[in-house]
């Protein structure tokens, strides 16, 4: 465990004696971020219907990113802070590897994947700023350490770039292949920016 970690640990965990107000917010957020970011999703497919394929892309996207980071904390079978001791654990959790966060992985990739298109950008803030605090407050809780939560990022922004990525590639075929020119005209391509 590298030095930095663990102090940047000891600075944003709870410890022995959190403050209750903080240590209730914190509980709410390590356990409810990732329903509230959810729920954005789901609004956003709702009353964005221009961009509905995209969504579901994002969607599946978010899917392949959590069962990837499960994936990679499997293999590598980093301890979480409670277990080694270091904190309590201020919610109930398993103690199976914790390095990237899965939480951290979905929530971000969808951020970032919001950000990404600028019909969705408004939405992508919050997600961002949800997404951030989640990453704290599991920190705080005492379940990951911040390393985890830079991982599930870095895991996060790779997904979400490989999501441009297809954007580009698809719509570049799209129009070399003839189809172009109606997706021109009728602008129906599932990955076109509003």
Do not use: K
């Amino acid at each position: 465990m590298n030095a930095l970690n663990l102090a940047l640990f000891q600075w944003l965990a709870a410890g022995s004696q959190p403050t209750p107000w903080v240590l209730s917010v914190a509980s709410a957020f390590a356990l409810w971020g990732a329903w509230l970011s959810a729920a954005i999703l789901v609004v956003a497919l709702w009353r964005h219907r221009a961009d509905r394929a995209y969504l579901c892309v994002v969607a599946a996207a978010a899917g392949l990113a959590s069962l990837l980071s499960h994936a990679i904390a499997m293999q590598l079978d980093v301890p979480r802070p409670f277990v080694l001791g270091l904190a309590p654990a201020y919610i109930a959790h398993a103690g199976r590897g914790s390095l990237p966060s899965t939480h951290a992985a979905v929530m971000f990739m969808v951020a970032l994947a919001f950000l990404l298109r600028p019909s969705l950008r408004r939405l992508g803030l919050p997600l961002l700023a949800v997404a951030a605090a989640t990453g704290w407050a599991r920190v705080y809780v005492g379940v990951h350490f911040p390393l985890d939560i830079v991982a599930g990022l870095l895991l996060g922004a790779v997904i979400a770039g490989a999501l441009a990525i297809g954007h580009w590639v698809f719509h570049f075929f799209a129009m070399r292949t003839g189809r172009g020119a109606g997706l021109r005209r009728a602008e129906r391509s599932p990955w076109r920016h509003s």
